[in-house]
């Protein structure tokens, strides 16, 4: 019998729900408008359904102690599939997980990892499915694979109104999570990109970047304790503000993508809603200019929440500018100080490197007014954080992002040598296409350069030639001092240039972690290290 989700069936081809699937027609309109921008025809693929799917049998019967939350219908497993995209537009879901597990509780999820390590049975731990880095890809070798899907842990358990903090269970999606906080006036405001489609418990383990663009940046500053079972049983750090106790037990398990147990819930920092704030939309005549202006920015320690630039091809696509001028979104909030005086100091920093907004386009508010709704910023913000569905995927065109972060004087070499490898190996692979690049967040040291690409999709494209594209930027990035990633984490897709960043000695050390916690290796194998 298939699972009966209390949400919304997701799409098993594009990131999205199967309600917001594009119709025929705003494909062939999406199709046009990318046909007239690369001056090449494309080609629209057809679109997999998954009751007609012909999915490999499932290799593994699960005992009748778990079956009652053990599912192996076509749609469990293609909807866990998270391959590759070029293949299942197409229908084709070469390895799906044998098994699709939904634990309603603790003991069912102790149980049904306990079989999986005595069995050896490889274990996907799968939050939102939003990984674009193979990071909850079933992998190619075990025999038997079974993902478990922690959508049912997603309630906030408690409030602490005192410490400010709340325990939350790691399976809750972003919009369900605020909706339990807002009653009481709180907020988590951690906002990645894929907020819509992504949960608690898979921010942190691959120590998602969020909401602030400066100072809190990551998951890692609102993880107060964290518990997680791994099959040598829990794993619950105490519940700290900070300490000076030898490593810190959370940091183990933020960032640890699944290799070392399943985050089934976390204490986290919270904090009063936003009733102050104050944005601004600052425009440029130069790239140069614009991100000098975000450097001094930043360096200012003024800790501005949103300082977002946009290049200008970016500009234009999502804030609707010339093509010309670079963008520069800033933007300040607080649940107790007016934001008037510290945008104004932000204000006269960009305008003294050239940067245009008259006075009455700062807008300001103190009574938990919307700000940053309207013009270039309004339209910005609508596309920042997409919808549960995206059209661009069944149009015809091969997208995709790499992101990255390189100190300061690096950074207009580095940009550079990315934009030209990423072009040349456009126009090899796909016969055209547009790179342009945005800053998610912006630090003291350096910014965090955002790439999105589009191509021309062409027929008889594979993972292959999209590896080809992959291999080509990241050999740039790791060549030109970058990291692999900034927050779209390892996965199995970085493993060859996150190999090439970290120490041997720390991978060492991460082995033996792994092999005290998972002695059969059965978590997440491949990601990160090898066990």
């Given at each position: 019998?298939?699972?009966?989700?209390?949400?919304?069936?997701?799409?098993?081809?594009?990131?999205?729900?199967?309600?917001?699937?594009?119709?025929?027609?705003?494909?062939?309109?999406?199709?046009?408008?990318?046909?007239?921008?690369?001056?090449?025809?494309?080609?629209?693929?057809?679109?997999?359904?998954?009751?007609?799917?012909?999915?490999?049998?499932?290799?593994?019967?699960?005992?009748?102690?778990?079956?009652?939350?053990?599912?192996?219908?076509?749609?469990?497993?293609?909807?866990?599939?998270?391959?590759?995209?070029?293949?299942?537009?197409?229908?084709?879901?070469?390895?799906?997980?044998?098994?699709?597990?939904?634990?309603?509780?603790?003991?069912?999820?102790?149980?049904?990892?306990?079989?999986?390590?005595?069995?050896?049975?490889?274990?996907?731990?799968?939050?939102?499915?939003?990984?674009?880095?193979?990071?909850?890809?079933?992998?190619?070798?075990?025999?038997?694979?079974?993902?478990?899907?922690?959508?049912?842990?997603?309630?906030?358990?408690?409030?602490?109104?005192?410490?400010?903090?709340?325990?939350?269970?790691?399976?809750?999606?972003?919009?369900?999570?605020?909706?339990?906080?807002?009653?009481?006036?709180?907020?988590?405001?951690?906002?990645?990109?894929?907020?819509?489609?992504?949960?608690?418990?898979?921010?942190?383990?691959?120590?998602?970047?969020?909401?602030?663009?400066?100072?809190?940046?990551?998951?890692?500053?609102?993880?107060?304790?964290?518990?997680?079972?791994?099959?040598?049983?829990?794993?619950?750090?105490?519940?700290?503000?900070?300490?000076?106790?030898?490593?810190?037990?959370?940091?183990?398990?933020?960032?640890?993508?699944?290799?070392?147990?399943?985050?089934?819930?976390?204490?986290?920092?919270?904090?009063?809603?936003?009733?102050?704030?104050?944005?601004?939309?600052?425009?440029?005549?130069?790239?140069?200019?614009?991100?000098?202006?975000?450097?001094?920015?930043?360096?200012?320690?003024?800790?501005?929440?949103?300082?977002?630039?946009?290049?200008?091809?970016?500009?234009?696509?999502?804030?609707?500018?010339?093509?010309?001028?670079?963008?520069?979104?800033?933007?300040?909030?607080?649940?107790?100080?007016?934001?008037?005086?510290?945008?104004?100091?932000?204000?006269?920093?960009?305008?003294?490197?050239?940067?245009?907004?008259?006075?009455?386009?700062?807008?300001?508010?103190?009574?938990?007014?919307?700000?940053?709704?309207?013009?270039?910023?309004?339209?910005?913000?609508?596309?920042?954080?997409?919808?549960?569905?995206?059209?661009?995927?069944?149009?015809?065109?091969?997208?995709?992002?790499?992101?990255?972060?390189?100190?300061?004087?690096?950074?207009?070499?580095?940009?550079?040598?990315?934009?030209e490898t990423a072009q040349r190996a456009l126009n090899e692979i796909c016969g055209g296409g547009t790179v342009n690049c945005r800053f998610t967040h912006v630090y003291t040291d350096g910014p965090a350069p955002y790439y999105t690409f589009a191509g021309r999709y062409k027929p008889g494209?594979?993972?292959?030639?999209?590896?080809?594209?992959?291999?080509?930027?990241?050999?740039?990035?790791?060549?030109?001092?970058?990291?692999?990633?900034?927050?779209?984490?390892?996965?199995?897709?970085?493993?060859?240039?996150?190999?090439?960043?970290?120490?041997?000695?720390?991978?060492?050390?991460?082995?033996?972690?792994?092999k005290s916690l998972d002695p059969n290796g059965v978590l997440n194998p491949g990601v990160l290290i090898d066990p």
């Amino acid at each position: 019998m298939p699972f009966q989700s209390t949400r919304p069936r997701r799409s098993i081809w594009m990131y999205g729900l199967e309600a917001d699937e594009p119709t025929e027609s705003q494909r062939q309109e999406q199709a046009a408008e990318f046909s007239k921008r690369i001056g090449a025809d494309v080609e629209l693929p057809p679109i997999p359904v998954a009751e007609e799917l012909d999915l490999r049998k499932p290799r593994i019967t699960p005992p009748s102690s778990i079956e009652a939350f053990c599912f192996t219908d076509n749609y469990e497993r293609a909807v866990h599939h998270k391959g590759d995209r070029l293949e299942e537009i197409r229908g084709v879901f070469r390895n799906p997980p044998d098994i699709v597990a939904h634990p309603r509780n603790e003991q069912e999820l102790e149980a049904v990892l306990t079989w999986c390590s005595d069995n050896g049975h490889a274990v996907i731990p799968y939050g939102g499915g939003s990984s674009v880095v193979d990071g909850v890809t079933p992998p190619e070798g075990p025999d038997g694979i079974v993902t478990i899907d922690m959508d049912q842990f997603h309630r906030v358990l408690e409030i602490d109104e005192t410490s400010r903090a709340a325990r939350i269970e790691g399976g809750v999606y972003g919009p369900h999570l605020e909706d339990q906080l807002r009653p009481r006036g709180y907020t988590l405001r951690h906002f990645p990109q894929s907020f819509t489609m992504s949960t608690l418990g898979g921010w942190i383990a691959t120590r998602s970047g969020g909401h602030y663009a400066t100072n809190h940046t990551h998951i890692d500053e609102f993880v107060e304790s964290v518990r997680m079972l791994t099959p040598r049983g829990w794993y619950e750090s105490r519940r700290l503000p900070g300490g000076g106790a030898g490593p810190d037990p959370n940091r183990i398990v933020v960032g640890s993508e699944g290799i070392l147990g399943i985050i089934t819930e976390a204490w986290m920092r919270i904090q009063k809603r936003p009733t102050f704030r104050a944005t601004a939309g600052v425009t440029f005549d130069s790239y140069e200019q614009a991100y000098t202006a975000t450097r001094e920015v930043a360096q200012a320690k003024l800790w501005p929440a949103n300082l977002r630039l946009l290049d200008p091809l970016l500009a234009r696509d999502s804030a609707g500018l010339d093509g010309k001028k670079s963008l520069l979104v800033v933007g300040f909030e607080s649940a107790e100080v007016p934001q008037t005086e510290i945008m104004m100091q932000a204000i006269e920093i960009v305008r003294n490197n050239g940067g245009h907004i008259p006075d009455d386009e700062i807008q300001i508010s103190g009574e938990g007014k919307p700000t940053g709704r309207g013009g270039a910023v309004g339209a910005w913000r609508d596309a920042f954080i997409p919808g549960l569905g995206t059209v661009s995927t069944g149009v015809g065109m091969v997208t995709g992002t790499f992101e990255t972060s390189i100190t300061w004087d690096r950074w207009p070499a580095f940009d550079a040598a990315m934009r030209e490898t990423a072009q040349r190996a456009l126009n090899e692979i796909c016969g055209g296409g547009t790179v342009n690049c945005r800053f998610t967040h912006v630090y003291t040291d350096g910014p965090a350069p955002y790439y999105t690409f589009a191509g021309r999709y062409k027929p008889g494209l594979t993972q292959k030639d999209w590896m080809a594209f992959k291999s080509a930027v990241s050999d740039a990035i790791i060549r030109e001092g970058g990291t692999i990633t900034h927050h779209h984490a390892v996965g199995r897709q970085h493993r060859p240039w996150y190999d090439q960043e970290r120490p041997d000695l720390f991978a060492d050390a991460l082995r033996a972690a792994k092999k005290s916690l998972d002695p059969n290796g059965v978590l997440n194998p491949g990601v990160l290290i090898d066990p």
